[in-house]
Structures are given as C-alpha cells and as structure tokens.
C-alpha cells in the first residue's frame, strides 16, 4: 500500500515503456506523450504479462466497411490472444468491463511514483 | 377448424384460439402447365414443360419411404400437390391453423442454377402460381416469396413486386450458394426483405447442385445420408458470414428464419465466434457487438428434424443455451416426414415451451400479416 518511486521520467520517453515491480506485483509504465499511466502486468484473460504486448493504434467502431484507424499509441495489445486495451483507461476495446487493473500515476521533480491502493 | 367464414376474414384471425402454426410445408407443382399464365413469355416454352425445367439438381437421394408416416393419398397423387387435400388431411386432421407453404425441393435449388435470368423467370411464374393456386383460394396457407440471388437486384424487384401482397409472409432462398451470403452484392435483397417487413427464410437442399459449392466444406459426400447430416455447415457459414459483414448493421430489423439445420451447433458458432471477436474484431470494426448477441436477435431455428439427443438434459440445456422460448419455431416438413412425425417430435421439447413453439413465436415472427386474409 501507498505511493511508490519506480522510475525517473528521462527513463520512459513517449512511446517507451517499463515494467517495474510494486509489492510484488509487476506495473507497467507507459509514456502517452508525455503522460504517465500504469498498468498491473496481469491480462484479465488468462493472465498474460499483457504490459510486454504491442502499442498501437486498432479500428474505431465505424459504418459498415469503412475502415478508420485510430488511437495510434493507445493500444496495448495481449501477447497471447490479441485482446487489446486503452492503455489511459485499461479498458478492452470489445467491453468496457473487462479491463487491466490500472494504479494512479504522481510525477513530481522528475520522478515517476505509482500509488498502490 | 379453419377459419375461412366471410366475417371471419375480413377482421383476420384471434391469436388466442390459435393451436399450431406450422413454419414448413412443402407445397408441390405437379402439372406445369399451371404456370402457364404466369411464366414470362420469353421463357413460357423452357418453364412449361412435362416434369418442369430442367434444372440442376444434386445426386443426393434417400433410400426407404420419403414421406414416412405423412398422410397420402389413396389417388398416389404427390400429398402436398393439391391444396384443398392439403387442408383436409393434413392441417385439419393435426390441428395445424396456418401453413407457412416453402416450395418443392427442386425449387430450394434455384439459387444455384446457372443461369440467373432463367432462375429468376422460374422464380416468378412459380410465386404467382403460389399465389393463385394456393393463397388466394385459402388463408390457412401462407406465401413464401421465392427468390433467386444470382442476381439479388432482380431478386429485390421480385420482392418488391409481391412483397406487399398480403398472403406472402416472408423471402425464400436456398442455403446453397456460390459465396457466402454476407458478401455485399447480396444486401439489396436483405434491403428489401426490410422495406416491406419480411424475414428471410433460407432452406437447405440445394447443396451440391449446379454451381454450388460442395456440400462440405471439404468435398463431396459419397451419400445421402452423410450429405443431409453435414448441411447444417451451409448455416453456420452464412451465419458468420452475414455477421462479419455488417448485414445486422444495416438492416438491424432483419430476421433471417433457417430451416431443417437443427439446432445443437448454434451454441458452438455463438461462443466459438464471439471468443474470436474479442481478439479479432479490428478486422471488422462494425460488428460492435459481441456476435452471439447478433445471432441470438436475429435468427431463428425450426423444429424438423431436432436433434436426437441420449438425454433429455441435453436437449434443454441447448434449449436454454439458444433462448428457444423466443427463437425456435413449429416446422411439420410436410410431407417429408422421413425422420419421423415433426408432432412427435416436438413433444420432446418440455411443455412450458409448447405454446411458445406452436404459435406465440412465430406470430413475433411474422406479425400481423399472419393473422389476416390473403385477399
């Protein structure tokens, strides 16, 4: 419980990532443009380490055939089964129910912390 | 007994004193000559001949006896080739009030003869035979409108062309095809099943025959036994098909009616596809939905012939897996009775489902043009 410094904002440029450990959990941090976000390292799936799947951007809800790619570097995409999720929200693409536990972000003189709650 | 008095048919039908609705009879031109006034001029001579057009047809044919234990008549005349025979011996003896009439299995073909033009004047002079021969005459029989979707914008202007006429009460076509029926040419027909309020039924037999794909997904049976086991595919293709595609997206008041492909595999698609979706659905970003959503909404399944399964348990526990209360219908598959009697059958189900099945379903289904006169 409570807040945590896992690393110092010059480690995560945008688009990069890291995954630290929080007591005993693994988190991952993300960089969206200069905003930090955190996500437990855990697919509710079937548990896959989801935070060392691909970032990239899916198909908006869209008329039939049409095709309109977007949230380039939101999508965080399951290594195991490709089920992908919005990294500001840990939410699934297909349901906002199922989601990836997500842990509030503090930056503050240069250092990343995650709450833990 | 049926309602046909003058004040009767002119206000239509109680829905309360209905007993059975049967989805399925297979009404049967005998004499072609009948289509005579019908048929397009410029096909007359290719459509009115001895034994009919000469169509493609599959080599498929079940050995023993194809109408079982279906009444016939002491004639030896065809049992679903005369209306008022039809009437009397089989809808009244079996408490049946409406029949859904489906065409003869040649007929269930014609979406895959090669030529659509010929398919097309075939399909029509047919439905106006259908029309006068067996609708007009009698509101206890209901029209089909049969259509071939070689080419689907004369299909649509087929149904446009009967699709107001009150005895129709849905579209007709096979299940065999050349593609799957998702693909986008096909949308004007589902266009038009929607502008005039009419669910789509698609029926199996045509597999096999002319230019249709195999009746397998991996080649041709060697019998008609293991052919008729295996068409259940051609559903659960089309199926995925028209989901992936959008059809339920453009037209979300669709409803497509399958018959004879039992019902057990439909769980399988549901949670086989959705699980698919949740991984895959960039592909195809307008399904929004999970598909079993659009399966459980828009289709319908009938009840000959229904799977036998060892344990009854088996059977409720798909009953429930599929919402059968709202989408499983009564089908009597008259008079092709060769799996056994459609009302023995369906005693099988649990009773609590019975009035939903015979009557309650289909008149959702239908709506209101069930219930009135067909002239």
């Given at each position: 419980?409570?807040?945590?410094?896992?690393?110092?904002?010059?480690?995560?440029?945008?688009?990069?990532?890291?995954?630290?450990?929080?007591?005993?959990?693994?988190?991952?941090?993300?960089?969206?443009?200069?905003?930090?976000?955190?996500?437990?390292?855990?697919?509710?799936?079937?548990?896959?380490?989801?935070?060392?799947?691909?970032?990239?951007?899916?198909?908006l809800p869209?008329?039939?055939?049409?095709?309109?790619?977007?949230?380039?570097?939101?999508?965080?995409?399951?290594?195991?089964?490709?089920?992908?999720?919005?990294?500001?929200?840990?939410?699934?693409?297909?349901?906002?129910?199922?989601?990836?536990?997500?842990y509030?972000?503090?930056?503050?003189?240069?250092?990343?912390?995650?709450?833990?709650? | 007994?049926?309602?046909?008095?003058?004040?009767?048919?002119?206000?239509?039908?109680?829905?309360?004193a209905?007993?059975?609705?049967?989805?399925?009879?297979?009404?049967?031109?005998?004499?072609?000559?009948?289509?005579?006034?019908?048929?397009?001029?410029?096909?007359?001579?290719?459509?009115?001949?001895?034994?009919?057009?000469?169509?493609?047809?599959?080599?498929?044919?079940?050995?023993?006896?194809?109408?079982g234990?279906a009444?016939?008549?002491?004639?030896?005349?065809?049992?679903?080739?005369?209306?008022?025979?039809?009437?009397?011996?089989?809808?009244?003896?079996?408490?049946?009030?409406?029949?859904?009439?489906?065409?003869q299995?040649?007929?269930?073909?014609?979406?895959?003869?090669?030529?659509?033009?010929?398919?097309?004047?075939?399909?029509?002079?047919y439905?106006?035979?259908?029309?006068?021969?067996?609708?007009?005459?009698?509101?206890?029989?209901?029209g089909s409108?049969?259509?071939?979707?070689?080419?689907?914008?004369?299909?649509?202007?087929?149904?446009?062309?009967?699709?107001?006429?009150?005895?129709?009460?849905?579209?007709?076509?096979?299940?065999?095809?050349?593609?799957?029926?998702?693909?986008?040419?096909?949308?004007?027909?589902?266009?038009?099943?929607?502008?005039?309020?009419?669910p789509?039924?698609?029926?199996?037999?045509g597999?096999?025959?002319?230019?249709?794909?195999?009746?397998?997904?991996v080649?041709?049976?060697?019998?008609?036994?293991?052919?008729?086991?295996?068409?259940?595919?051609?559903?659960?293709?089309?199926?995925?098909?028209?989901?992936?595609?959008?059809?339920?997206?453009?037209?979300?008041?669709l409803?497509?009616?399958?018959?004879?492909?039992?019902?057990?595999?439909?769980?399988?698609?549901?949670?086989?596809?959705?699980?698919?979706?949740?991984?895959?659905?960039?592909?195809?970003?307008?399904?929004?939905?999970?598909?079993?959503?659009?399966?459980?909404?828009?289709?319908?399944?009938?009840?000959?012939?229904?799977?036998?399964?060892?344990?009854?348990?088996?059977?409720?526990?798909?009953?429930?897996?599929?919402?059968?209360?709202?989408?499983?219908?009564?089908?009597?598959?008259?008079p092709?009775?060769?799996?056994?009697?459609?009302?023995?059958?369906?005693q099988?189900?649990?009773?609590?489902?019975h009035?939903?099945v015979?009557?309650?379903?289909?008149l959702?289904?239908?709506?209101?043009?069930?219930?009135?006169?067909?002239a």
């Amino acid at each position: 419980m409570g807040r945590h410094v896992v690393a110092t904002v010059d480690e995560i440029p945008p688009g990069g990532r890291k995954i630290v450990k929080v007591e005993r959990r693994e988190v991952g941090i993300f960089n969206l443009d200069g905003r930090f976000y955190a996500l437990k390292n855990v697919c509710p799936h079937q548990g896959a380490r989801v935070c060392l799947g691909k970032v990239s951007g899916t198909t908006l809800p869209s008329g039939v055939y049409e095709f309109r790619y977007g949230l380039q570097g939101r999508i965080l995409r399951c290594p195991w089964h490709g089920w992908e999720y919005d990294i500001t929200t840990g939410q699934s693409v297909f349901d906002p129910a199922v989601r990836v536990v997500t842990y509030p972000v503090i930056v503050e003189d240069g250092k990343i912390s995650v709450v833990i709650p | 007994m049926i309602a046909t008095a003058p004040e009767q048919r002119a206000v239509g039908r109680d829905p309360a004193a209905l007993r059975i609705i049967d989805t399925d009879l297979h009404h049967q031109l005998t004499n072609w000559e009948e289509v005579a006034p019908f048929a397009d001029p410029n096909f007359r001579h290719r459509i009115v001949k001895r034994g009919g057009p000469a169509m493609a047809r599959h080599g498929y044919k079940p050995v023993g006896a194809p109408f079982g234990t279906a009444p016939r008549p002491p004639s030896g005349a065809h049992p679903a080739s005369d209306p008022a025979w039809v009437k009397e011996h089989y809808l009244e003896r079996y408490g049946v009030d409406l029949a859904i009439l489906t065409a003869q299995p040649q007929m269930l073909a014609i979406g895959v003869q090669p030529n659509p033009d010929f398919a097309a004047a075939i399909a029509s002079a047919y439905n106006d035979w259908t029309l006068h021969r067996w609708l007009k005459p009698y509101d206890c029989f209901k029209g089909s409108i049969l259509v071939a979707p070689q080419d689907p914008l004369k299909a649509a202007a087929e149904i446009d062309r009967l699709g107001d006429e009150p005895g129709f009460v849905q579209v007709l076509m096979g299940s065999a095809g050349e593609v799957p029926f998702g693909r986008r040419h096909f949308h004007p027909i589902y266009e038009a099943c929607v502008r005039h309020g009419l669910p789509l039924a698609l029926h199996i037999g045509g597999e096999g025959a002319g230019t249709s794909m195999p009746p397998t997904a991996v080649g041709y049976p060697s019998t008609y036994y293991e052919y008729y086991v295996s068409l259940p595919q051609s559903y659960m293709a089309h199926i995925m098909s028209m989901i992936t595609e959008g059809v339920f997206q453009k037209f979300p008041g669709l409803k497509v009616v399958l018959y004879e492909g039992g019902i057990f595999w439909v769980p399988h698609v549901m949670w086989r596809f959705d699980k698919n979706w949740k991984a895959q659905r960039a592909e195809t970003p307008w399904v929004v939905r999970p598909p079993s959503e659009y399966i459980l909404r828009h289709f319908y399944h009938t009840t000959y012939p229904l799977e036998r399964a060892p344990q009854a348990k088996y059977l409720h526990q798909v009953l429930e897996m599929i919402d059968a209360p709202r989408t499983l219908l009564f089908s009597g598959n008259f008079p092709h009775w060769e799996f056994g009697s459609p009302f023995d059958m369906a005693q099988e189900l649990p009773v609590g489902l019975h009035r939903r099945v015979f009557v309650e379903s289909a008149l959702e289904v239908y709506g209101e043009r069930l219930l009135k006169p067909n002239a």
